[in-house]
C-alpha cells in the first residue's frame, strides 16, 4: 500500500441493532457512499461494543482521514472515545433512538440519503470540514477515564435510560417517554454532595444532569443553553418534587421552558463531581445513552477535544 494511503482512508464503525436493526443496512450504504467518492473504507461491525471498540482502536492506528460512526448517541460515546483529544474527525450517521448529538449537531436526523451527502461534502477538499467541540471527560472512582461528547445524568434521567435501553418497544423517541412515565411510579430523590468548580453543597434532588449539548433522550431539551464551544458544561439540578407535579414539570422540560420553575437550577461549570449518599446511594450515572457506572464521577470540559464533521 503506498505511503500516502492511510490519508484516503475512512474507518467506518456499525451498530446492526441501531434502529430496530436496519443499522447494518445503513451501514452497507455508508461504506457504499464513500466508496463512490472514492474513499478506501474499512467497515468494522463486531458482536459487541467493547469489541468494536478495540477493532476501531486497532485500526485508527492506521492514521485514517477520520472515523464515521453509524448508529444512535451511544455509538457517537464509542467515537468520542476513540478520537477525543486527537486530530482525527468523528463523522456521524445518525439511525439510533434519541439521535441527540447529531441534531445538536444540525445534522439531519431521519434521512440517511440527506446525511451521507452531507458527510461526503464534509469530507472533500471542497466542503465543511470538521468543527471542533468540547467534549467531558469523567474520571471514575478506580481512576478510569471515559469521555462523553452529549450529555451525562446521574438521577431519574439516568434510571429512566436504563429501563428504556431494556425496552424493544416502542421504537424512537416514545420509547423514552414510556420509561419515564414507568419510572416514575418507584423512583425517590437522591441525597447528593455536589462539589462544582470546587464548591461543595450538599442537597436532594430529583436528578442532576450535566450537559455539553442541550439534549437527551431524543429531544428533551434538558439544558437547552449549552453551547458545544462554550468552554463549560451545563449543569441541571431538579429538586425533589411530587410524583403530579413531575408529571406536570415533564412537557417544559421536553420544550426546554423549565428555567424560570422554582424547582429547577441550571448553571454552568468546568468542573463537577457529583456523589450520593443515603439509601440511594448506589444510583449509576449515564453518559451519551450508555450505561457509564456508579457514583461518584469527576467530571470536567476539555475545550475543543473533539473534532467532528458537519
Known sequence: MPAEAPARTIVVAINPDAASGRGAAVGARTVAALRRAGWIVTPLQED?????????????????????????????????NAVAGTDVPLGIVPCGTGNDMARNLGL????????????????????GGSRRIDAGLVTHADGRETWFACALSAGFDAAVNERA????????????????????????????RLTIDGREEREPA?????????????????????VLDDGALDVLIVAPVSRLTFLRLFPRVFRGTHAALPQVR?????????????????????????????????????????????
Open 48 to 80: 459487541s461494543a467493547d469489541a468494536l471498540a478495540a477493532a476501531v482502536a486497532v485500526a485508527l492506528a492506521g492514521g485514517p482521514r477520520a472515523l464515521i460512526v453509524v448508529g444512535g448517541d451511544g455509538m457517537v460515546g464509542l467515537g468520542a
Open 108 to 127: 439531519p436526523v431521519g434521512d440517511v440519503a440527506a446525511a451521507l451527502s452531507r458527510l461526503v461534502a464534509a469530507l472533500a477538499p471542497s466542503g
Open 165 to 192: 435501553n431494556r425496552m424493544r418497544r416502542p421504537r424512537g423517541a416514545s420509547r423514552y417517554v414510556l420509561a419515564l412515565l414507568r419510572e416514575l411510579v418507584t423512583f425517590g430523590p437522591v441525597d447528593y
Open 206 to 226: 430529583a436528578l442532576v444532569s450535566v450537559g455539553n449539548a442541550g439534549s437527551i433522550g431524543g429531544g428533551m431539551r434538558i439544558t437547552p443553553d449549552a
Open 266 to 310: 441550571l448553571l454552568r461549570a468546568r468542573a463537577i463531581r457529583i456523589a450520593a449518599t443515603g439509601a440511594r446511594g448506589g444510583i449509576v450515572a449515564y453518559a451519551d445513552g450508555e450505561r457509564l457506572g456508579p457514583l461518584p464521577l469527576d467530571i470536567r470540559v476539555v475545550p475543543g477535544a473533539l473534532a467532528v464533521l458537519v
